[in-house]
């Protein structure tokens, strides 16, 4: 089983795929979040774009985005959703702060899927919002959302692998399977947590199998 660190720098198409159809499910629910706050201007900085879901919503309702992300190959597929869109703006972040260059203020920047707790250590986080804070308008808004670790995970047996979601899988007929399994380091009071893949055809074999790791 192939081992995929969060942080996907060199590019992976196959987690890519995973991601996408994974965040294709649960688009609605952040749309339907977003929808939910006062429209604050036209320009949005999304950081950790992943593969375009939002970045397409943002388009389609008018606003200028500027999309962010780590990995290539999530981008290879945000450009591809996208396609030759005008209103949208594309750059690879090299390292988290890679975006502190630019010349003018946002009216809202956007951290979602828990980007802002994989990516960033406590160390860092605090001085990647002052980061933020600069280039933001006075109206702006920051939103930030993440998966909280639930309180009845503190006592899972970490032997088991649970399962979490199916997702149809985007690039065939066939879907995505993802479960995870982990470990509470009581000192460090860290979840050591491994989400696992399994790329299943319609005929319920399993083709491909992939795994991701994460510290919460």
């Known amino acids: 089983m192939k081992l995929i660190h969060f942080v996907d720098l060199t590019g992976s198409d196959k987690w890519a795929l ?6 294709e499910k649960q688009l609605s629910d952040n749309v339907e979040m977003l929808s939910s706050f006062p429209n604050t201007g036209q320009k949005v900085l999304e950081i950790g774009c992943s593969t375009g879901q939002i970045t397409e919503y943002l388009s389609s309702e008018g606003k200028e985005v500027w999309a962010l992300d780590t990995s290539s190959s999530m981008l290879r597929r945000a450009k591809s959703r996208v396609g ?7 750059r690879q972040l090299k390292q988290p702060y ?7 203020r946002f009216d809202q920047v956007l951290i979602l899927n828990s980007w802002f707790t994989s990516i960033l250590g406590e160390s860092d986080q605090k001085h ?3 980061k933020i804070h600069d280039i933001l308008s006075l109206s702006g808004q920051l939103v930030i959302s993440m998966d909280m670790m639930k309180p009845d995970n503190l006592y899972r047996d970490p032997s088991v692998n649970y399962h979490l979601i199916d997702a149809l899988n985007s690039d065939d007929e066939g879907r995505i399977s993802v479960s995870e399994q982990g470990t509470y380091e009581e000192f460090s009071q860290h979840w050591d947590v491994v989400i696992s893949a399994d790329l299943i055809k319609e005929n319920g ?6 795994q991701k790791k994460n510290i919460f």
């Open 18 to 23: 995973i991601c996408d159809s994974i965040l």
């Open 84 to 90: 030759n869109d005008g209103n949208v703006k594309f």
């Open 98 to 104: 890679d975006f502190s260059d630019f010349d003018f």
């Open 128 to 130: 990647f919002l002052s």
């Open 205 to 210: 074999v399993v083709t491909e199998s992939f």
